[in-house]
């Protein structure tokens, strides 16, 4: 059943689903087993299916075991793409300002296409990221995916995503997912003593940047921020309680490019800014709590990106590679610390 690439971790786990030919058949009993494995393993899970399905199936699971599928990046206005209509479906449109629903109908009928679907590919679909359209260069395959959590950057940050291998590549192509929830341990740890270093960052909102993509590239129609200042994109608070992990607050860093400490670190400036991110950041990503994924045809990922961050590493650009995912409607974060000091938090200041 289980299959660890790293030692002394409990960060993910390998499901065999062999036996389950048509996801109709997920009893709402497994459906919350599937649930409960994502979280029992610091939110992530790969359930193995052993054969290709649809994307019709990927939905049905998704929202079977894990919550109402969100629109993906960039297939809607507003979505990761700015305020223009995506140029595939822009041309059938019955007005500049088409609403989301129209949009959807668009995908589905000139596509045949579920815009609750990204594909994420070096290969040209309609509506693919990375595409050679918006990627001459190729940078989606010779780049990381730099670790981050799908969608931070929007006001109510997707909660599940599942990532589904339809093409993996031989070679390169690992996706690593690491968990957040030691983290805030190792922070009280770091800072022991230094009450207003504490204080501060458990006040603190961060900005999260929507004009980048995870691979390193512009996303299509926005433009380079001056600096993480002038990024655009959501702010959360930095630390946050998902009631299924308990009471321990969870840092969510959305990812490292562009962000920026704000609210209640008034007076921060740029420099700052980074110091204290970079010092964040090397407390995250640890071996220990990082679990390494390598590809089968038809594997299903599960990531709970309120607790979780992934990164995918290169792959030879000469080979395709297609994965596609889908990913739940989230809420509004809720901090850690606003109105509720933890108390277990509060007693160690
Ligand atoms: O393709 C991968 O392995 C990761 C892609 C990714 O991070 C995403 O789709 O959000
Ligand atoms: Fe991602």
Redesign the pocket.
Known sequence: MSNRDVKQSNIGILINCQHIDNVENITPEEALKFRSEVVKHGGAAVFRFGRKMTQTELVLMTEKCFGQCAIGPGMVTGIGMGDRVHPDIAKYCSSPTPSINEQVDLWMKHYNRDPHV?V?SNKGFAGSFGTSRHDSKNQFAKNV?EW?S?MNYTATPVEF?L?YAEQPTKEG?R?MFCSLLPTYQRILEKYEGNTTRLQKLFSARLKHDSSYA?HGVLRPRMTHPKSPREAPGAVHPLFIRVEEYGDTPIIFPGRRKNAFLQSLLPNIDDKQNEEIINNLWDLMIDDEYTFVHKWQVGDVAVMDNRVLL?Y?EPFPETKIRI?W?TQTVGKKLISAFENRVSSSAASRL
Request: no cysteine; glycine share 8%.
């Open positions: 990204a994420i995916w981050h799908d995503s990532l192509g996706t995870s992934h995918r994965m995912r």
